[in-house]
């Protein structure tokens, strides 16, 4: 039976890639399925005209400061990896599952990143901006001060979440408990008000 991470089957791996320097390199075009890598160093990296992975697992790699645009990374699994300063547009990860990674002043604009799992994770310094993220798994996530702009959240797994000052604007807050979860200092728009109210069992009428 294959490791379960989060409730989820790690991906069947049938290669391995082990301590590849892809420093700096323009990595477009760049495809996996089903291999292992192991400390794979991409920091600075850029992939114009995108990547392609596809069940893969990544295990120690680096993708600090690293600009991607219109890459696939589905179905994967993060293992200690390092985000720090990294820079996503239109990308996709759905489905992908991160186990005690860093995000630190990552950036993700656009893309699909439906349901991923990412629970307990610090992401206090992340900017998502009008991101699909639905029936992600943020149980427990550490969001106080983020940016979580114009991000669609449907049906996901919001419980026990920290969006204490977090920017949330824009955002689908539908499936978001104001009562067990804390939103002190978040910043939200009036329609996502009424949401919170009625989240709350309130009665909201217009007269």
Not at 87 to 96: A, D, L, M, Q, Y
Not at 100 to 106: A, E, N, P, S
Not at 143 to 150: F, T
Not at 176 to 194: K, N
């Amino acid at each position: 039976m294959p490791e379960l991470v989060h409730g989820r089957p790690t991906p069947d791996t049938t290669e391995t890639v082990a301590d590849e320097d892809w420093y700096g390199e323009d990595i477009g075009g760049r495809t996996g399925e089903h291999v292992e890598y192991v400390d794979l160093e991409l920091s600075e990296t850029t992939s114009n005209g995108g990547v392609d992975f596809s069940e893969c697992v990544f295990r120690g790699t680096h993708f600090n400061r690293s600009t991607h645009a219109g890459a696939l990374f589905a179905n994967c699994l993060f293992v200690d990896c390092d985000f720090f300063g990294a820079s996503f547009t239109e990308c996709k990860f759905i489905g992908s599952t991160f186990l005690r990674c860093k995000f630190d002043r990552m950036t993700v604009r656009g893309g699909d990143w439906s349901f991923i799992a990412v629970p307990g994770a610090d992401l206090r310094t992340v900017n998502f901006e009008n991101v699909r993220m639905q029936e992600a798994d943020l149980t427990g996530a550490r969001c106080s001060g983020a940016v979580l702009r114009g991000v669609d959240l449907a049906r996901a797994s919001l419980g026990r979440i920290d969006v204490a000052g977090a920017d949330l604007r824009g955002s689908d807050l539908s499936t978001l408990d104001p009562v067990s979860v804390d939103v002190r200092g978040a910043v939200i728009d009036w329609q996502q008000a009424v949401t919170l109210a009625k989240n709350l069992g309130l009665d909201v009428r217009s007269d």
